[in-house]
């Protein structure tokens, strides 16, 4: 079942109008945060490798290739993803029966996860209302994303 909703992921690549499914929506976004995750644990012990071969040039260009492979394929996995999973939010909205200003949640949320990085690349910390704001939009993305389908 999983594999088949992946699957359909990818074929409604660019597809905004029908509607997508509770079960199908977090199907998906489980898998890819599955993905992610085991991302993180390659580089995690990548990156402890790393560390205990620090001096053994052989090993360290090994392992730093390693890494930079990892991180191509990382960045060619989310290339992939972002358009389908902006694509599934968009159904899993329309899906809800709610009127279509409630997309605009979606832009929001991206300027306000924007904000907090740009807050924390250019002083090095996060400012409150920053944090609260991508909260509240984050917030209401997931409550949004959990309520039934129009149909049911």
Known sequence: MAMKVYQEFFEHYFNIQGRT?????WAVTALNLLFLAA?????KFLFM????VDGLLLLDLLVAFITI??????????????IPSVTISVRRYRDTGLPNAFLLVLPALFLAICWCLSEF???GYLSIWAVLVTGFF?????LIKLLPSATE
Do not use: E, H, K
């Open 21 to 25: 499914g509770r079960p199908s929506y």
């Open 39 to 43: 991302f993180y644990l390659v580089f």
């Open 49 to 52: 490798i790393l560390n205990m």
């Open 69 to 82: 492979v990892v991180v191509v394929l990382l960045t060619f996995f989310v290339l992939a993803i972002l």
């Open 121 to 123: 690349i250019s002083d």
């Open 138 to 142: 984050l917030l209401a993305d997931i």
